[in-house]
C-alpha cells in the first residue's frame, strides 16, 4: 500500500515541477487510458472469477439499486429542505 502512495507523490512531484510539453502530455494521456482500460479489464476478469459473486448477484442488485434511489431520494429532500431555510433567511 506504501508503494502505491509513495509512487503516486513522486508522480505528483514529478508532474508539477517538469511541466512537459503537450506531445508528452498526449502521450501520457494515451498510456493513462491504456493503464485504466488494463485494469478495468483485470477487475472484472476477477469479478468474473468469484463464483460467491455471481451467485449472489441478484440479490446484491437488489441492495445496490435500493441504496441508490434511497441516497439519490435523500439526498434531493435535503437539498430542498436547506434551500427553503436558507431562502426564507434571506427574505
Known amino acids: 500500500m506504501w508503494s502505491i502512495i509513495i509512487v503516486l507523490i513522486v508522480g505528483m512531484v514529478i508532474g508539477a515541477n517538469l511541466k512537459p510539453k503537450d506531445s508528452v502530455k498526449k502521450a501520457i494521456s494515451k498510456l493513462q487510458f491504456i493503464g485504466v482500460m488494463i485494469l478495468l479489464f483485470a477487475m472484472g476478469a476477477g469479478l468474473g ?39 426564507k433567511e434571506r427574505s
Request: aromatic share 16%.
Open 49 to 87: 472469477l468469484n463464483e460467491d459473486l455471481l451467485k449472489n448477484l441478484k440479490s446484491m442488485g437488489l441492495e445496490a439499486f435500493t441504496f441508490a434511489v434511497l441516497t439519490s431520494a435523500l439526498s434531493i429532500f435535503f437539498v430542498y429542505m436547506a434551500s427553503k431555510f436558507i431562502v
